[in-house]
């Protein structure tokens, strides 16, 4: 067995969650180490050919000129570095199948963020109450939701001291409240996952029977995770003061549209209508779904697929890449990753030193293109460049260097 193979052993030994195991597994094989070392091969193989150039341009005959073999090489390194960096972005997805996807609960306070917990969880684990405030900070639970762990963080409610948007009087927030709120907000700006909670009430206007009542606070943090890449859900509290003739769908039309308007980044189907009391309640016999908390749960569970689901090269027609070559990527360790970086990082200054340079522009506004020979290219320190990162692929699999000598010799004496 190689490192990367041990290393999925003992993810295997230790997974809690189904999908921990899953990757765990798929790790034990030798996919990713024959991938290491196809990719340090290719690397060799390069380096080999500026060798040969080095050692023999002056008096030995090439199939290609010295500008083709250098742009050659770099046309493949820049191939590779585009597979590395897909894989490091892919370590990324797999660090949040072992260690958890992290979830905030953000809302107004009363909105039922609390409640949301307590009926995720299946356990009182954070305090309800109708008094306002009562959540002052971060409450951090773990939970497997169908195989996916995550670590759900319910938060201070979030307000404004002017009111919300149904025109409500002003408020005094304390100092304790705004520190909540403050580190409610970041913990949402860390999360993968922001669940927006906002609730049913009566219309004061009487023009519908019901609105959504959201702080312009709330609505301004949630936007603010959208820009910051996060993947938003909300969640409508309170859907049991429906009418019943409103609630044969997950989430009446007009509602969805108002929150498309107060929401535009989040989609219809990430937009769900629950009732926390319904779910609580749980009467025999009433309902398959009380409360419509499960199908609030599988489409919580459906963006935690969505998020996790491993990167690809997209537009591959050749077959060379299946969906299977890019979930193996997924196993790809913090350890394995930050070789990849390393490697990635001799491959850019490999490319920054034998790019093609261009002269400043003529009146007419053209480039003119000059070759890798024209630019005085260091190939010595190209090469070495290539070596430095086929190194950083054989620590990942434990190999070592063994071997180097005699496969860079092989190439030159080839060319």
């Known amino acids: ?35 290491y ?9 390069g380096r080999g050919e500026l060798e040969a150039l080095i050692d023999f341009s002056e008096d030995q005959h090439f199939d290609e000129s010295s500008d083709e073999l250098i742009l050659s090489v770099a046309s493949q390194v820049r191939a590779l570095r585009v597979q590395i960096a897909l894989h490091i972005q892919n370590a990324s997805k797999g660090e949040l199948l072992r260690h958890g ?3 905030a609960l953000l809302g107004a306070p009363n909105a039922g963020k609390s409640s949301l917990l307590n009926r995720i969880v299946g356990k009182e684990a954070a305090i309800v109450s109708t008094e306002e405030g009562t959540t002052r900070d971060i409450v951090d639970v773990g939970v497997d939701l169908s195989g996916w762990y995550c670590k759900l963080g319910d938060m201070a409610g ?12 002003s408020v005094v927030i304390g100092a304790v409240e705004k520190e909540g709120i403050r580190r409610a907000k970041a913990r949402a700006l860390e999360s993968e996952v922001v669940i927006v909670v906002v609730s049913l009430e009566a219309s004061a206007n009487g023009a519908a029977p019901y609105r959504v009542s959201a702080d312009q606070e709330v609505i301004d943090a949630a936007n603010d995770c959208a820009q910051a890449g996060k993947c938003l859900v909300i969640a ?11 609630r044969a769908d997950q989430l009446p039309s007009p509602l969805a549209a ?26 025999p016999g009433e309902k398959a779904d009380p409360g419509q908390l499960q199908g609030f749960l599988r489409g919580l569970i459906s963006t935690f697929e969505e998020i996790a689901s491993p990167l690809g090269i997209e537009g591959d027609d050749t077959g060379q890449y299946d969906m299977s070559y890019w979930e193996d990527s997924l196993g790809v360790t913090h350890r394995q990753s930050s070789n990849l970086q390393r490697c990635m990082q001799h491959l850019d200054d490999f490319l920054a030193q034998t ?19 024209e630019t005085d290219v260091d190939i010595v320190t190209a090469a070495e460049h290539l070596r430095s990162a086929a190194d ?14 005699e496969d860079v010799l092989g190439v030159v004496f080839e060319k």
């Open 101 to 103: 996807i992290k979830v």
């Open 236 to 246: 409508v509290n309170k859907c049991d003061r429906l009418p019943a003739a409103d």
């Open 37 to 45: 070392e196809q990719w340090r091969r290719q690397l060799l193989y």
């Open 355 to 373: 790019s093609e340079a261009q002269t400043p522009p003529t009146s007419g506004g053209f480039h003119h293109h000059l070759s890798p020979v």
């Open 258 to 283: 108002t929150l498309a308007t107060l929401f535009p980044a989040v989609p219809r189907t990430r937009m769900f209508g629950i009732s926390c009391r319904e779910a609580q309640e749980e009467l």
């Open 158 to 169: 979030i307000r404004s001291e002017h009111g919300n948007t149904a025109g409500q009087d």
């Open 1 to 35: 067995m190689d490192l990367p193979q041990v290393e999925a052993l003992g993810e295997t030994l230790t997974a809690d969650t189904e999908q921990q195991r899953r990757l765990a597994v798929r790790g034990t094989s030798d996919a990713l180490s024959k991938r």
């Open 392 to 405: 950083a692929l054989a620590k990942i699999t434990g190999k070592g260097e063994s071997g180097d000598v």
